[in-house]
Each structure stands twice: as C-alpha cells, then as structure tokens.
C-alpha cells in the first residue's frame, strides 16, 4: 500500500488533561537505518512497527519535511517478531489518537524506556491549504516538522537527555512532560 502522507509535527507543551479517557495504542518500532551507507537518511530508511494488533514494514520517501510518500506492508506477528531481532534500533510508545476538532485527529507519541518523559503530536492534513489553514491548540509546544526527522536520527539508540541536547542546539528546551513512573507499556 502506498499513501502520500502530508502532516505536521509538534512537541508537546502539556498533556491534555482528558488525555487518558483514550485509548492508547501500543507501537513497537524496529529500525534498519544504517547511518554508514552512502546517501541514507532517517526519512527514507526501512523499519518496522507493531501498532496494537498490527504488524507492518514501513519506509518513507521524500524531500519534503512536510509531504512524504509512505509505502507499508501488512506482516504476520511471527514475521514481526522474527525481524526485530536483526532491527538495528527499538524503541516503544504509546499512541493516543485525540480529536482536536471536527476535522482533525492528533496522533499523540507518549515515548517508553530510555526516552520516557518525550512527548509529541503529530496532526495530518488532506492537502497543503487546510495544512497552512491549521492553528495548534493551546496545549501544542513549539513545531518541529522541519527537523524532526533529524532529531530523531537513532531514535532507539539515544535518551532524554540525548534528545535533550538535540532540542538545545536546535534553540528548545526539552522537558520532561509527564511523570515516567505512571505511564508504563502494559496498561
């Protein structure tokens, strides 16, 4: 299946305080992102995901920071299971999909392990006008669409505080937005 995807992406400033009235996801992700081989970038690198009772191989193309062309193909347990063994990177979340309005849907990233406390939103849009159109909630931090793919460059290798210092050199400050001890990935 392939599916052009057009979206923004934010930090998150605060978690809405209805937030766990919805239902979360469990995602798994295994990356084969090699940062050795000529030309490779976090955008168009191959991984995999577990999204609840899903299983998918993943890889995204474009020069666009906010248009990508996402190719994805639907894989067993078994086959996800056996991959994250070779998968160069993992790293675990919670996806909360949150309305913000009649039109839109959030998909809230709650991060897990090493970089709990790491929260993010991302918001995706049916063409560029209603993109351009959109205005963040209150509760929506700074928008870091335009380097998120390089921020998250080794994402199942790095902590809080690696991604800390990213965020510093980039001009935000990074803080912990909810308490790890409270979110775990069995409920």
Same mark, same amino acid.
């Given at each position: 299946?392939?599916?052009? =995807?057009? +979206?923004? !992406?934010?930090? !998150?400033?605060?978690? /809405?305080? @209805? %937030?766990?009235?919805?239902?979360?996801?469990?995602?798994?992700?295994?990356?084969?992102?090699?940062?050795?081989?000529?030309?490779?970038?976090? !955008?168009?690198?191959?991984?995999?995901?577990?999204?609840? @009772?899903?299983? +998918?191989?993943?890889?995204? =193309?474009?020069?666009?920071?906010?248009?990508?062309?996402?190719? *994805?193909?639907?894989?067993?347990? +078994?086959?996800?299971? %056996?991959?994250?063994?070779?998968?160069?990177?993992?790293?675990?979340?919670?996806?909360?999909?949150?309305?913000?309005?009649?039109?839109? *849907?959030? =998909?809230?990233?709650?991060?897990?392990?090493?970089?709990?406390?790491?929260?993010? !939103?991302?918001? +995706?849009?049916?063409?560029?006008?209603?993109?351009?159109?959109?205005?963040? /909630?209150?509760?929506?931090?700074?928008?870091?669409?335009?380097?998120?793919? *390089?921020?998250?460059?080794?994402?199942?290798?790095?902590?809080?505080? @690696?991604?800390?210092?990213?965020?510093?050199?980039?001009?935000? =400050?990074?803080?912990?937005?909810?308490?790890?001890?409270?979110?775990?990935?069995?409920?």
């Amino acid at each position: 299946m392939q599916q052009i =995807e057009l +979206e923004r !992406v934010f930090l !998150v400033k605060q978690l /809405p305080s @209805d %937030l766990f009235q919805y239902q979360s996801i469990k995602m798994r992700v295994g990356d084969f992102y090699n940062p050795n081989i000529s030309g490779a970038s976090r !955008v168009d690198h191959l991984n995999i995901r577990q999204k609840g @009772d899903k299983y +998918e191989i993943r890889k995204k =193309e474009g020069d666009s920071d906010y248009k990508k062309i996402e190719h *994805t193909i639907y894989i067993t347990e +078994e086959e996800f299971e %056996l991959l994250m063994t070779v998968a160069t990177q993992k790293h675990e979340k919670k996806l909360y999909l949150y309305p913000i309005s009649d039109k839109h *849907t959030s =998909e809230i990233d709650i991060y897990l392990g090493k970089l709990a406390g790491y929260a993010r !939103v991302e918001v +995706e849009f049916k063409d560029e006008e209603e993109m351009g159109k959109f205005i963040p /909630p209150e509760w929506f931090g700074p928008e870091i669409t335009e380097w998120n793919h *390089t921020i998250h460059k080794n994402l199942g290798l790095i902590t809080f505080d @690696d991604l800390k210092k990213r965020y510093a050199e980039k001009g935000v =400050e990074l803080k912990q937005i909810f308490d790890p001890k409270y979110i775990s990935i069995s409920k």
